[in-house]
């Protein structure tokens, strides 16, 4: 369970937000909307444990990420603006390496069914430097399938992905929340994850 | 973990071949521009090669530190790292080894060969080797503390130069020293076992420094 | 007795206890909720009560009891910059004199030496010039530390603060070393182990501002900058003993720099002037730190009636 407590969030000389509370519980899902500039990425990375408040604290199952630290890591999967993939490497070594530096090792069998669930069966051995933007956010969400996060904290998951990339992401997310684990997004988009039990923020 | 660090950087770096190949003619050009700018005298030669050559592995060093987390700044693989449950000062480590292996030992390796161009006695040339094999890490690991404090800033090469070219120094006067030692007669094994201890101490430490230096940068 | 503030147009509150801090967070000391930073009054914050666990303690700062000086108020900027502003003549005024001073038992007062003649009185300038810049670099790495570890940003200021003179007085000290050494030596500059080190302490200053004037973010320059400063002071022991040796080895000019005795008016005016140089400091400090806060804080509408 994630609790935020009064986070203040202060950027250069603009304070992005005050006093913040909210929590999440399993199987819960928060979508975070506001325009640009409005402070969802500062408070996913917040959230994450990148970036340190101004004020007010993160707690995760009672404790502060600050005090837990890597074991607070170890359940946290986190996808930002940027996809984390290395251009020089072909889909499938991306999804190996990054697995594996993670700490669980996949195999080959297992790492090429996973790229065919994301749908990128067919460019697993072509470097990530040719791959469109869509099929690189894909790649970049194969690491929330491997990773055993209960916590997965998601920046604009669903753009430059078409419609069957879009319908994937909901079933990824629908999944993990079955599952009992938290997403928390910031889109832009209306995630229509129908039947999931949510809470919306604003950040305005 | 740290394995699988060690050989992704060892694979990119493989795939970006002309990047590190620039690093080490960079060296050898700089090595080679001393007896055009000084003169070719045997004698003057013999007498600047231990500087010369370490001035040339500390500016080729220097020039290098900017990879070891620059790419990955970039794409955002260094968030992820520095995400994972393994704690950041095995990630320093590994991408330190990973840059040490890329960048510093064709070093060391074509050290011995422009020795030569120098005059330098075998002798020499086996201290500018070991010299270099013991110092070239110092440099590394010191150097990502200037290079995690400087990521994304613009300039960030020659401010990286700046605030890491004081920290070399000590590695300097080591390192050649231990060269001239040996060249004029005495032993450098004084020298060794220093430039030893400081090995031991900023592998220790270093990268502590390095990870907090990280974290501030990448938030 | 307390009294309690509330915003304007809203009902009073329960616990509205003046307090001040650094950090938006603190405990209100009479129903030990945490509190949250409302607005200003005065200058001073004010503060409305939420229900959550407490995370600090500290205390009210002004109204609480008049006859103890609460000193952490004074950690937050709003409030030290007041402060600094009166501190600044008191420590300007007898700096001026103690230098004046300084000059006049070093010039007109200490002998003649008896190797080196007149030339010598650069020292008077010199060696305090050199003590300063050592100095200044501990006390602004021991700032930029506090700064970073306890989130102070007052104290990462005052490290911004002292860096520009610390690397004036270093700067001092090589010229000045410099000058003493024409007549002495006959060449403008010698490789000998103190000056060497004085050198690489002026690359260690420029390294710091340098990185602090590159970053953007005011947060993130005042702890890399920490970090830097930290990593430098480590290092200066090391650096130092590291040039001794190289120096000692390639013997050059070696020269002492305690080849003559020190009269007693001698060592009265190195006092005099190191102590009009230590004043000095926090003073040019005092006001530099407030053109840091004022640069710093220009959201904060407290400052508007701070500089009115």
């Known amino acids: 369970m994630l609790e935020v407590i009064n986070l203040t969030c202060v950027r250069g000389t603009r304070r992005l937000f005050r006093d913040l509370n909210f929590s999440a519980h399993e199987g819960e899902l928060i979508e975070l909307r506001g325009p640009n500039g409005s402070g969802k990425t500062s408070l996913l ?16 199952n009672g404790q502060g990420i600050r005090s837990l630290a890597e074991e607070y890591f170890a359940s946290v999967a986190y996808l930002g603006h940027q996809n984390a993939v290395k251009d020089e490497l072909s889909a499938l070594e991306n999804l190996r390496i990054s697995s594996a530096v993670s700490g669980k090792r996949l195999d080959n069998r297992e790492a090429r069914r996973i790229l065919s669930r994301v749908g990128l069966s067919e460019q697993q051995n072509l470097p990530a430097r040719v791959l469109s933007a869509g099929q690189r956010r894909r790649l970049g969400m194969t690491r929330l399938l491997t990773s055993p996060a209960k916590l997965w904290i998601l920046d604009e998951v669903l753009t430059s992905l078409d419609d069957t990339a879009m319908n994937l992401s909901r079933e990824f997310i629908g999944n993990h929340l079955q599952q009992n684990g938290i997403a928390i997004v910031a889109t832009h988009q209306d995630l229509n994850m129908g039947g999931a039990r949510g809470q919306r923020l604003q950040l305005s | 973990m740290f394995g699988w660090l060690v050989w992704r950087d060892l694979i990119l770096a493989w795939r970006r071949r002309a990047d590190v190949l620039a690093t080490l003619f960079f060296f050898i050009i700089v090595v080679s521009l001393f007896p055009l700018g000084i003169g070719p005298e045997r004698e003057t030669l013999r007498t600047i090669a231990p500087g010369v050559v370490w001035v040339a592995a500390l500016l080729a060093s220097m020039l290098s530190l900017g990879r070891i987390f620059g790419n990955d700044y970039q794409d955002g693989t260094l968030e992820q790292l520095l995400l994972t449950p393994q704690p950041a000062y095995l990630v320093v480590l590994a991408k330190v080894l990973a840059h040490w292996i890329v960048s510093e030992i064709p070093l060391v390796l074509i050290a011995p060969v422009l020795g030569v161009q120098f005059g330098l006695s075998q002798n020499g040339l086996a201290i500018v080797v070991v010299s270099l094999l013991l110092g070239t890490p110092v440099l590394s690991v010191i150097g990502s503390v200037g ?30 020293g231990a060269v001239q030692a040996s060249v004029t007669g005495s032993s450098p094994q004084a020298w060794l076992l220093l430039l ?18 990280l974290r501030i940068s990448v938030e | 007795m307390f009294r309690s503030y509330s915003p304007p147009g809203q009902p009073a509150r329960r616990c509205g206890y003046l307090w001040n ?20 009054r005065y200058g001073i914050k004010v503060v409305t009560a939420t229900h959550s666990d407490a995370l600090d303690q500290r205390k009210c700062g002004n109204f609480m009891s008049k006859n103890r000086i609460n000193l952490y108020k004074y950690a937050a900027p709003a409030n030290f910059y007041p402060l600094a502003g009166k501190l600044i003549p008191l420590f300007a005024v007898p700096s001026a004199i103690l230098f004046i001073l300084g000059m006049y038992v070093g010039f007109f007062v200490a002998p003649t030496d ?31 530390g506090v700064g970073w570890a306890f989130n102070a940003r007052l104290a990462s200021m005052m490290a911004t603060a002292i860096s520009p003179t610390g690397a004036i007085f270093t700067f001092i000290s090589l010229v000045t070393g410099s000058l003493w050494g024409r007549p002495a030596w006959g060449v403008w500059w010698v490789w000998d182990a103190r000056l060497t080190s004085t050198l690489i302490l002026l690359f260690l200053y420029i390294g710091f501002i340098s990185l602090q004037s590159s970053i953007d973010d005011a947060r993130r320059a005042d702890r890399a900058g920490a970090v830097l400063a930290l990593v430098g002071v480590i290092n200066v022991p090391i650096i130092y003993f590291s040039v001794q040796w190289w120096n000692s080895l390639h013997q050059g000019a070696t020269i002492t720099k305690n080849s003559f005795k020190m009269a007693p008016s001698m060592a009265a005016a190195m006092l005099i002037l190191l102590g009009a140089c230590w004043l000095y400091s926090i003073a040019v400090v005092l006001v530099r730190v407030r053109y840091i806060i004022r640069e710093r804080e220009q959201e904060a509408p407290w400052l508007a009636e701070a500089t009115a």
């Open chain 1, 45 to 60: 990375r917040i959230l994450c444990g990148l970036a340190a408040p101004a004020a007010g604290e993160v707690r995760w």
């Open chain 2, 147 to 176: 290079a995690a404090l400087t990521l994304g800033l613009r300039a960030a090469n020659v401010l990286v130069a700046l605030l890491v070219l004081p920290l070399y120094i000590p590695v300097l006067i080591f390192g050649s």
């Open chain 2, 196 to 213: 030893g201890a400081m090995l031991i101490v900023s592998l220790v430490f270093a990268p502590w420094a390095t990870s907090a230096a």
């Open chain 3, 21 to 40: 801090s650094g950090i938006d967070f603190s405990l209100c000391l009479q129903c030990r909720s945490q509190t949250k930073v409302y607005g200003t």
């Open chain 3, 114 to 144: 008896a190797v080196q003649g007149e030339s010598y009185r650069i020292l008077f300038i010199h060696v305090p010039a050199a003590w300063m810049g050592m100095f200044l670099y501990v006390l602004m790495a021991i700032y930029a």
